[in-house]
């Protein structure tokens, strides 16, 4: 450790662009007092007195308030007047909790996602103040196994294009049940193999919990696990152990893609085109774009994998930017699954006759089933049969959902909720009803239909508590359930030979959102929960019920026409010029006065078109500008929100255009404003 500086420089983690220097105190060595003192007052007052230094954290007064911080500088001199400059109040740490690898990716984060390196910081770092003595359930020792298998020769083929070179980028296509976990995996064992450390990324880990009993039984202590559902505490303990050089191996969520591994040899982004790889708060980066950086930054491999690529992964692979393997034949000696789409515009049911049919025969033959609905609660939205009115969120403009369990009208953007109405509270009808459904529903109609039958239910309801997931998921890997019925969850890195049958219940839900990715996710959703039947055997089945079977997205869907879709899609965005063809910015403001979000919107249109910023007013620089507009969602947790997006053919361009803009932008403290830099969605 260096010499104790007598100045640090402190970034906190608030949206302010700027740090502070504070007065660091000397190491002074053991006091008198402390001899006498417990150990607790020992450890309080060393952390008084323990000098700072870049990688701690410290707690300092900002202002009124004391907050922690983190320290990004250290000097003897002070570039602001000495005797202005506050001490800081304490350490943290003991020891640094971040190195240079790590503020150099901070950095990169707050210019790339337009935020504070104090909140690029607080987003890439554990919050908790000790290591937990005790490990979690995730992290617990394995006895180690050598679990490596034969691979085959297309799964060879793909493992050395991989590792053919020390650094670069791969794409590992395959459909789902076709191995490519085994190649990761084997992947990542050469690699530590050569002394390098491996991150793997998955888009959650309770749901892919086989990916980490098989790393950890591979690789044992050598493996760490970082994700949300650890205490402050126990994702501390991991990030000393990885930082310590004894965990090499890291498997995480999106967060892990930060992890301070040292001579990193290998990332993997798993399911590369899940949307949870983007943060919904500020900053809002993507792990996939996190994790190219630093790929290329720390000249390690990067294998980005799916049986259903995004499509700008997939646009790239065509254009020879990235090495691109695939694998066609299931391991597990499963046919893939037969398709077959139901109509439903003439039933009035959440199950069809169909449908019932293949879950009794699956249930016959004792066999599994696997319900798909991705909407919770008992039904969609309430409605008035006299007037038409619906019942909305007063603090979001969605409607409320019903959950009957609960007699509760939910709202599941911000959380409200209320007792359902006896009467229309527009003209005071009693003719009101419930339109739509959702899993709670669907749960029951299951229950009344097939009253011996044991029926998982899994949703955002369901599996709230700590270890409720995992619970459910081992209960139906062991055979205790004939039915698991769920939103999208169900439909992720799920692995399970007992399932036979697999049946969409509304395979339109999210087409005729105003977003140009809906039908991207509504294709990935349909293929990717089509692809948890028959992993075992010939007999897997998947019935597709729609009320639109004519859509090319669900028709493409059924019959897993890949390439046919992604030829479409990729001539609709051409056409109207959205991504992968142009990148974009979409700043969103937000306030509790409507008035002034709107005028805030203009204020920023007018701010581009004025400036030269956008193209028009003969601007050369190539940034076109989209609204402004009301955001679809136009009000949650009861701010207004109104939208501007930029767009322009190469990210230099609209991100130079977004500074401008920003830079020159003065919002009212009522006004907040949002920047989502390749947004995933425009809702």
């Known amino acids: 450790m260096s010499e104790d500086a007598a100045f640090v420089r402190v970034a906190f983690p608030i949206p302010v662009n700027t740090t502070y220097w504070y007065s660091n105190p000397k190491d002074d060595g053991e006091k008198d007092g402390e001899k006498h003192g417990g150990e607790k007052d020992n450890k309080e007052k060393h952390n008084r007195e323990t000098a700072a230094h870049v990688g701690f954290r410290v707690s300092a007064e900002l202002g009124k308030r004391s907050l922690v911080g983190y320290v990004v500088e250290e000097s003897e001199t002070c570039p602001v007047e000495a005797e202005k400059v506050k001490p800081i109040g304490r350490t943290v740490d003991s020891s640094s909790l971040f190195g240079p690898t790590t503020l150099e990716l901070a950095k990169w984060l707050s210019s790339m996602y337009f935020c504070s390196l104090g909140e690029a910081l607080g987003t890439m770092l554990p919050s908790g103040r000790r290591e937990s003595p005790q490990p979690s359930a995730e992290i617990e020792d394995f006895e180690i196994e050598d679990h490596a298998l034969v691979l085959s020769e297309e799964q060879n083929k793909a493992l050395e294009l991989i590792m053919s070179e020390p650094a670069g980028t791969t794409y590992l ?17 050469r690699t530590l193999a050569e002394g390098r450390s491996v991150i793997y990324l998955v888009p959650e880990i309770a749901l892919t919990g086989q990916v980490v009993r098989a790393a950890r039984k591979r690789f044992g202590a050598a493996c760490a696990v970082i994700h949300s559902r650890l205490t402050p505490s126990e994702k501390l303990a991991e990030w000393r152990r990885i930082q310590s050089g004894e965990a090499r191996m890291v498997i995480g969520a999106r967060s892990a893609v930060f992890a301070p591994t040292s001579d990193l040899g290998l990332i993997v982004i798993d399911e590369e085109h899940e949307g949870s790889y983007k943060a919904g708060n500020a900053p809002r980066y993507h792990a996939r774009q996190a994790g190219m950086f630093r790929a290329a930054h720390e000249k390690a491999r990067l294998v980005l994998g799916s049986a259903t690529p995004s499509v700008e992964a997939w646009q790239s692979c065509k254009v020879g930017a990235m090495r691109f393997a695939t694998l066609s034949e299931r391991q597990g000696g499963g046919a893939f699954p037969s398709v077959e789409l139901i109509d439903m515009r003439a039933e009035s049911a959440a199950i069809s006759p169909r449908l019932a049919e293949a879950l009794r025969e699956t249930k016959a033959a004792g066999r599994q089933s ?97 270890g409720s997931l995992e619970k459910i998921l081992a209960d139906f890997r062991a055979g205790r359930y004939d039915i698991l019925l769920g939103t999208q969850m169900v439909a992720k890195g799920l692995n399970f030979p007992g399932v036979q049958t697999v049946g969409v219940i509304m395979a339109d839900a999210g087409l005729n959102l105003p977003d140009f990715r809906a039908s991207e996710r509504v294709f990935s959703l349909l293929v990717q929960v089509s692809g948890r039947a028959g992993r075992a055997d010939d007999q897997g089945r998947v019935l597709i019920q729609t009320f639109r079977p004519d859509n090319p997205v669900i028709r493409l869907a ?40 709107q005028s805030a919107v203009r204020q920023l249109a007018h701010l581009a078109q004025s400036k030269g910023i956008v193209g028009g007013g003969g601007s050369p620089c190539g940034v076109e500008l989209l609204g402004p507009a009301e955001c679809a969602l136009s009000m949650v947790a009861s701010s207004y929100r109104f939208q501007i997006l930029l767009r322009a053919r190469s990210l230099s361009l609209v991100h130079a255009a977004t500074a401008a803009l920003l830079g020159a932008f003065k919002p009212l403290s009522s006004v907040h404003v949002e920047v989502d830099v390749d947004p995933v969605q425009l809702l």
Not at 432 to 448: N, S
């Open 558 to 597: 059924a019959a897993r026409d890949i390439e046919s879709f992604y030829t479409r899609e990729l001539e609709m965005r051409r056409d109207q010029d959205f991504p992968p063809f142009s990148r974009m910015v979409r700043i969103v403001v937000r306030s509790r006065d409507k008035t002034k979000a």
């Open 173 to 189: 296509y395959g459909r789902t049940g076709t191995g490519k976990t085994e190649v990761f995996l084997q992947a990542a064992e």
């Open 370 to 466: 696997i319900l798909f609905l991705n909407r919770r609660g008992f039904s969609h939205f309430f409605s008035c049969n006299t007037c038409g009115a619906e019942l909305l969120c007063k603090h979001c403009s969605v409607p409320l959902t019903y959950h009957k369990e609960q007699n509760q009208l939910v709202c599941h953007y911000c959380g409200y909720r209320t007792a359902p109405p006896v009467a229309c509270p527009e003209c005071g009808s009693l003719d009101v009803g419930w339109k739509g459904f959702g899993t709670e529903r669907v749960e029951e109609e299951l229950a009344t239909m097939f009253p011996d039958w044991r029926i998982a239910r899994m949703d955002a309801d369901t599996v709230g508590k700590r």
